[in-house]
């Protein structure tokens, strides 16, 4: 394991010009039609990254920095293919029925559909968001086709954890809006367990989502991964130690751990859904090292 320090970059980001960009859908292994953009201009790219997004709520709200973090990639001359899982932003799909287990499985379909593409020789790297973190060390790990690399921004490393901060969420939301808390979090597992839907981030979830939240670590299985990771903490406020937060993946090696600047794009603040020049050419710096780094760890 690697730690590195968060560079000193002036936070300013400037318009560029836009990069080719073909959007359409493409059908998962279920049948389902996921909306796609593919970013970049090369018709035979040796590598192409995926981009697996946050879940739910701050999917939305990671939206645009996460088109403007792909236009940035494109610029640099990667390909990128961004997409909605089932069920989330432009797909179909009823999300409030799935789970960790079904977007695992979209995130094959897109490396599928890449691969379908580009040629079955192109390497897929995988940059994830969030519990998006999740879902795509999951893909990378226990999925039917390789996984070169893994980039995750700001994960969840443990899913039970972030779901009672979803939780939590609600019952804040309930007091701002009733001044009182109606439906505690005892309340809302209960209803879950009856096969009851209930609100977490502005939407509907069910106990597919809750129980395979409530039993995903991302230790584990970045343990077993044989790929290369990087790992970007991205703290609510200068100064945090990034060792600190990410203690959790300590002593695993090929995993190389980054300290972004204090910005949280998944935040409801308005400030926050504009991607910062400093962490854009963090992300750039860390998805452009050599994947092959032998002999670093812990």
Not at 209 to 232: C, H, K, N, Q
């Amino acid at each position: 394991m690697t730690l590195d320090a968060p560079p000193a970059i002036t936070p300013v980001l400037r318009a560029a010009r836009l990069a080719p960009m073909l959007r359409g859908f493409f059908e998962n292994r279920r049948g389902r039609s996921l909306y796609h953009a593919l970013h970049g201009e090369h018709p035979d790219p040796a590598e192409v990254w995926i981009f697996c997004p946050a879940l739910l709520e701050e999917a939305t709200f990671a939206l645009r920095p996460t088109v403007q973090l792909a236009e940035a990639f494109a610029r640099d001359g990667a390909t990128v293919l961004r997409f909605d899982y089932e069920g989330q932003g432009e797909s179909e799909g009823d999300a409030r029925r799935l789970g960790l287990a079904d977007w695992t499985d979209d995130v094959v379909s897109a490396i599928e559909w890449v691969r379908r593409r580009f040629g079955p020789e192109v390497r897929i790297n995988l940059l994830a968001q969030r519990a998006g973190a999740l879902v795509a060390a999951e893909a990378a790990l226990r999925g039917p086709l390789p996984v070169h690399r893994l980039l995750l921004l700001a994960p969840v490393l443990d899913g039970a954890k972030h779901f009672d901060e979803c939780l939590r969420a609600h019952l804040t939301t309930q007091l701002a809006c009733f001044n009182k808390v109606s439906e505690p979090r005892a309340v809302l597992k209960e209803q879950l367990q009856r096969g009851q839907f209930v609100s977490v981030l502005g939407h509907d979830v069910g106990q597919a989502l809750a129980s395979s939240l409530s039993g995903a670590r991302l230790r584990p299985l970045l343990a077993d991964f044989r790929g290369e990771t990087d790992v970007i903490h991205l703290a609510r406020t200068a100064g945090r130690d990034v060792s600190a937060a990410l203690a959790d993946l300590h002593g695993l090696p090929r995993v190389h751990l980054h300290a972004g600047p204090p910005v949280t794009f998944w935040d409801q603040a308005g400030r926050y859904w504009e991607l910062t020049a400093d962490l854009s050419a963090l992300v750039l710096q860390v998805a452009g090292r050599d994947a092959g780094r032998q002999g670093e760890g812990a």
